[in-house]
């Protein structure tokens, strides 16, 4: 019996685990940042160096077979570790020069964070800076990111992370639209107005129901789920929405709306995993977006 090793070339499992979690040859691709003919290519050079089929070719693409789906969490796992060692070697460094990966909501990223993000740079020039702009949870212990913001407590184990404080939320409209519509006196009379909201996301919904609002998707005049979008249209008078409430008094001509409307305000953390928090230039990174961001959470409505 053959009992020879294999070495794993990691780029062949990585497509792998890819089509396994993607579902599809085109959707890995996209994932990856790849062609469809290269994963395609690597998902045969892989079964032809384990002398085994991992998926059935069909006419709708590619099903996993039963060793496939075995196989799955082995390679998820080495995955991790390989994240893991590579966090561990990049938190070894103590030069304040290279790259620092930060993740963030799209309203923060977009209207928030580029004057903290000029402070940064003046402050440390030799760090780099990426950001991401995302409504999702990036992975930190799989180094989508090495410091997210997020507007709740981070759960990831091994992580390092640091409430800020919270952040007031408001109804709000710009005044071109109160002028045209009038402005809402009561909370009936705002619920009863043109409302931006998001389309497949529940959160303003679920918000409403908790302050006695049986609220649907139905009732957005407009509705996207980028919170970017939602902003952008408000700001131009296009209905009222719901936003920030240092963002609102930042923006000329919007106008903050209802003020005994008692919407629950949102925590916001900064995190990163402890591995690479031990990193200086990401450690002090780490540290100015702490400070700098405790303005836009210390507004009281009034």
Known sequence: MNTTIIEPDWFLWRSFLAVMEEGSLSAAARKLGASQPTIGRHIEELENSLSAVLFDRTGRGLNPTPLAHQML????????????????ASGSTQML???????????????????????????????????????????LLLREADIAIRMFRPSQL?????????????????????DRHGTPETIDDLFGHELLGLDRQEDIIKVARMIGFELKREDFAVRTDSQTAIWQMAAQGLGVSFAQKSLIDSTPGMVRLVPELNIPPMEMWVAAHKEVHRAKRIRVIYDLLAKELIPYTSHQIT
């Open 97 to 139: 020069d290279g790259t620092v990966r930060i993740t963030a909501s799209q309203v923060l990223s977009h209207h928030i964070l580029p004057g903290i993000l000029k402070k940064t740079r003046q402050t440390y020039p030799t760090i780099q800076l990426e950001i991401v702009p995302s409504d999702s949870a990036e992975n």
């Open 73 to 88: 969490n082995s390679v998820r796992g080495a995955k991790s570790a390989l994240a893991e060692a590579q966090l561990m």
């Open 158 to 178: 091994d992580v390092v992370a640091k409430k800020i404080g919270l952040v007031p939320l408001c109804a709000c409209a710009h005044q071109s639209y109160l």
